[in-house]
């Protein structure tokens, strides 16, 4: 079994692409440019950080995004 790792789930404000980012939210924030952090969680990899995402919200996209603490 791989380790969990912190990810970060971020949504772009242009292109509204969301995608899995390696890290916590603290350490993403200077690479946020356009971009949202809507959730933050542990997982194994990328896939497995958006798979988990999708369960926990139907795939959904929190409209406000969602406040991560940092």
Do not use: H
């Amino acid at each position: 079994m791989a380790t969990r790792r912190p990810f970060c789930i971020v949504s772009s404000n242009y292109t509204a692409v969301v995608a899995a980012w390696e890290g916590t939210a603290k350490e993403n924030r200077r690479y946020l440019l356009n971009r949202d952090i809507i959730a933050q969680l542990e997982a194994e990899d990328a896939e497995d950080a958006m798979r988990r995402w999708r369960a926990i919200n139907g795939g959904e996209r929190p409209f406000p995004p969602a406040e991560v603490s940092a």
